[in-house]
């Protein structure tokens, strides 16, 4: 079977036919595109063969003739799902990281230093392009926030080409802060070291965590700089250019069907090809033949059918990936439809974040004023995405059809991998029950009220003692009270974040004018504040002592109904040494010790600012191995701290992490 796809692989140039009107559209030389009389010739990575379907089976615009710049002019781009652009190079291009295991996708072993990481750095950074590459920026459009905003595309990302490996699998290479493209929309195209360095690291966490994702096999930095107000405070500074390679089976998203939507309702904007369904057809057949040969398959000869049962799998694997997020504390931040991947994939990696306290409200991304992308809001959000799918999809797929399918399966396939997943977090090995759920809830409850640490708090359940004789329970308790939130952690937290004159006016506004109030949609934020200030009279009210006391007696309730249930979970097994070592070992390796935490990513970018990348090369490694330490490890990594301290990666974060900003 693997012979006969990579026989197919490599002669799918050759064989393919061109849908009935479509004229072959003639490949821009690679000369032309990297502004350079001959490419380098690499050695590392010479053995990559390309085979660029996508060009070749979607219509490409080439771009129109004009003097330099004029390819990456603003513009809308009619009729066509990529346009050709070249990548503009980078002063004194530098490796940051490379992901073995990613790269090992594409057939290439390690890399053999220094010569590797200079060639790296050179065809990775798109100063070079390595032979058969084809750059391309893919047109989509997108509900932003919940809102139409027309034409997106690939602003700051480029389609390189498709990798055919001997094992017959094919791999879409991309470079992400490459440079402008049309769909730039006058910005620069450009991404820095900073969220480069979370991108390329979070792929790889997502991926060895189990989540579906793209993946990320090499970070380059450069001597280029362009401005950025962080803050948005009116004080920009320059940071380094940085390009992160990226790979996946594909980068097409649910916002790629959005380009043949007609005048949006609410916003008056438009996708770019409207009135084009012969381009719609041509895209489902070449997502639907490329990534799901066995739907095509099986419905070859009703296509309605066909991509019914398209929808009905995208809708699955969507529930699966975002109940995956919601196991692992795991935020978004920007959960576009244009952020959403056709193929159930962790997408395009902007504001996000891991839950440290848990707090189901908790908004990872500080331009979200309105809490749309909540970490309890994003099952509700990815269905709403799907929606959004099944309307682009018309007419091939009728909307009462998808409406159908989407009610029927995404609620469903949610709760049951979401509960699956976290009744192995729990170390329910032998008996499922329909009162899980509830144990699960009154467990996210008593995290909440107490403000434990998600990820810790679940991880060291598993040395939870069974038996209700064992010693130890009052040592247990103790060190779950570590993970609380201390009195210090939530005052910080539920510090008011309006100026108290502000707040006041807007209250007075809300009974003397409801209806302007309501158009300025600031009643979720009003209502949020309220509740903090509400916390901090609470909170200065109460002593330490008072709050370990009542964090005690929460988990001491929890744990009594949770001993019961592996009780009864224990009366499914014969021997109960198998059992507990059974629960043991399912618990740790469902429950990671590491996680890319805010400020372990802070303390790489800070050190990689400097010019020291070895943080970033030490995190990538750690978050290879999350699970590792199930069998218990001699000794445990350090962090450094900004202060020059030391702190365990799987330690709960410092007090400065929680004024981290993130946009």
């Known amino acids: 079977m693997a012979a006969r796809r990579v026989a197919v692989c490599a002669s799918l140039a050759a064989t393919r036919p061109l849908p009935l009107g479509r004229r072959r559209l003639s490949p821009v030389p690679r000369s032309a595109l990297s502004g350079a009389a001959m490419e380098p010739a690499p050695r590392w990575l010479a053995g990559l063969r390309f085979d660029n379907r996508a060009l070749r089976a979607l219509p490409v615009e080439t771009p129109p003739a004009g003097p330099e710049g004029a390819w990456t002019t603003p513009r809308l781009v009619p009729g066509a799902c ?22 090992a996708l594409l057939g290439l072993g390690a890399p053999p230093a220094p010569e590797a990481e200079a060639e790296a750095a050179l065809f990775f950074s798109g100063n070079a392009l390595l032979p058969g590459a084809e750059p391309a920026a893919h047109c989509y459009c997108g509900h932003q926030f919940g809102q139409f905003a027309g034409q997106l595309g690939d602003g700051a990302a480029m389609y390189l080409g498709e990798v055919c490996t001997a094992a017959g699998e094919r791999w879409e290479l991309q470079l992400k802060g490459a440079g402008p493209t049309p769909f730039s929309r006058q910005a620069d195209g450009r991404k820095v070291l900073r969220s480069s360095i979370r991108e390329f690291l979070c792929s790889e966490a997502m991926f060895h965590l189990g989540v579906p994702t793209t993946r990320a096999g090499a970070c380059v930095t450069s ?51 409207v009135g084009r369904n012969d381009i719609r057809v041509q895209l489902l057949d070449y997502v639907i033949s490329s990534f799901y040969p066995e739907i095509q398959a099986a419905h070859a000869s009703d296509n309605v059918q066909r991509n019914a049962a398209f929808f009905r799998e995208v809708t699955r694997r969507t529930a699966r990936m975002v109940a995956e997020w919601q196991c692992v504390g795991f935020c978004h931040g920007v959960l576009n439809t244009d952020n959403m991947s056709i193929l159930g994939l962790t997408i395009d990696y902007g504001p996000f974040g891991f839950l440290d306290r848990y707090d189901p409200d908790h908004v990872c991304n500080a331009s979200d004023n309105t809490g749309r992308y909540a970490y309890s809001k994003q099952p509700e959000v990815c269905k709403w995405n799907l929606r959004k799918l099944a309307e682009a999809l018309q007419p091939e797929l009728p909307l009462e059809l998808g409406e159908a399918i989407l009610a029927e399966e995404f609620d469903a396939e949610f709760q049951r991998h979401y509960l699956q997943k976290m009744r192995r977090k729990l170390g329910l090995v032998r008996v499922e029950l329909e009162e899980d759920g509830v144990l699960v809830s009154k467990l996210l409850q008593t995290m909440h009220l107490t403000g434990a640490d998600f990820t810790n708090t679940f991880y060291l359940l598993s040395s939870f003692l069974v038996d209700p ?31 108290p004159r502000q707040l006041s006016m807007m209250l007075m506004l809300a009974q003397s004018n409801p209806q302007l109030f309501a158009l300025m949609g600031t009643r979720a934020g009003i209502a949020r504040e309220l509740e903090r200030v509400e916390q901090q009279s609470q909170l200065e009210q109460l002593s330490a002592a008072e709050l370990q006391s009542r964090n005690q007696d929460h988990w001491a309730t929890w744990l009594q109904a949770y001993r019961a249930r592996l009780d009864k979970d224990l009366e499914g097994a014969g021997d109960a040494a198998a059992w507990q070592a059974e629960r043991v070992r399912v618990m740790r390796a469902s429950n990671p010790k590491y996680v890319l935490r805010n400020y372990i990513a802070q303390n790489a970018i800070e050190a990689a600012e400097r010019g020291d990348f070895s943080e970033v090369q030490r995190v990538l490694k750690l978050l290879e191995t999350p699970y590792h330490c199930e069998a218990g490890a001699a000794t445990e990594p350090e962090a450094t701290e900004p202060t020059g301290g030391q702190r365990s990666y799987s330690s709960k974060p410092p007090l400065w992490a929680a004024e981290l900003c993130v946009t």
């Open 223 to 273: 001597e280029s700089t362009v401005a950025r107000d962080v803050f948005y405070d009116g004080n920009p500074k320059y940071e380094k250019c940085t390009v992160v390679l990226r790979i996946a089976s594909t980068f097409i998203r649910f916002g790629s069907f959005e380009i043949f939507k007609s005048a949006d309702e609410h916003t008056g904007r438009a996708g770019p090809s």
């Open 82 to 103: 990529f346009t050709r652009v070249r990548p503009t190079p980078l002063r004194q291009p530098r490796l940051v990281a490379l992901s073995e295991p990613a790269l």
């Open 469 to 499: 004789e064992s010693p130890g329970l009052a040592e247990f308790l103790a060190r779950l009270m570590e993970q609380c939130a201390s009195l210090e952690e939530l005052r910080q937290a539920f510090r008011p974040q309006m100026d």
